[in-house]
């Protein structure tokens, strides 16, 4: 891969981090007995991946370019959601004994992302002319 599309994931992932950052410290004040921020930040990243990887395949209706789909898929997107976040978090409350809130932590996490990510790819499915993919290469899929 050539050296440019390392500086376009780097740029995407610096931007998704700060927007992740912007985020977090707004919604700190609810924050406190439950990761309201992270849940909020995995479910739009899970539907913003959806809704870009199917609406800009390059066979679909609004076909991207390459770099454009690296910048959003791997840079934005990776920098953005917070997987590694997520599982500090849930971790922490089972240590701290507050089992109930880790489950509910685990499963509205998982279920509300992956919902997200079927109705972005459902919706950009729709506008593209039912084209079913979301990653055209693998390195798409790694975000």
Not at 84 to 102: H, I, K, W, Y
Not at 124 to 130: I, P, Q, R, S
């Amino acid at each position: 891969m050539p050296f440019s599309s390392y500086l376009i994931v780097m740029i995407g992932g610096a931007l998704g981090t700060l927007a992740r950052y912007g985020i977090s410290v707004a919604a700190l004040p609810i924050s406190h007995r439950f990761p309201w921020s992270t849940l909020v930040i995995n479910v739009a990243g899970s539907f913003a991946i959806g809704f870009f990887g199917a609406l800009t395949l390059a066979h679909g209706r609004y076909p991207a370019p390459e770099n454009l789909r690296l910048f959003v898929m791997v840079g934005l997107c990776g920098g953005f959601t917070t997987f590694s976040s997520f599982s500090l978090q849930t971790l922490e409350l089972l240590q701290g004994g507050a089992f109930s809130r880790a489950a509910l932590n685990i499963v509205v996490s998982v279920m509300l992302c992956l919902l997200a990510v079927a109705l972005g790819h459902y919706s950009a499915t729709k506008l593209n002319g039912d084209a079913k993919r979301i990653a055209q290469i693998l390195i798409e899929e790694e975000a």
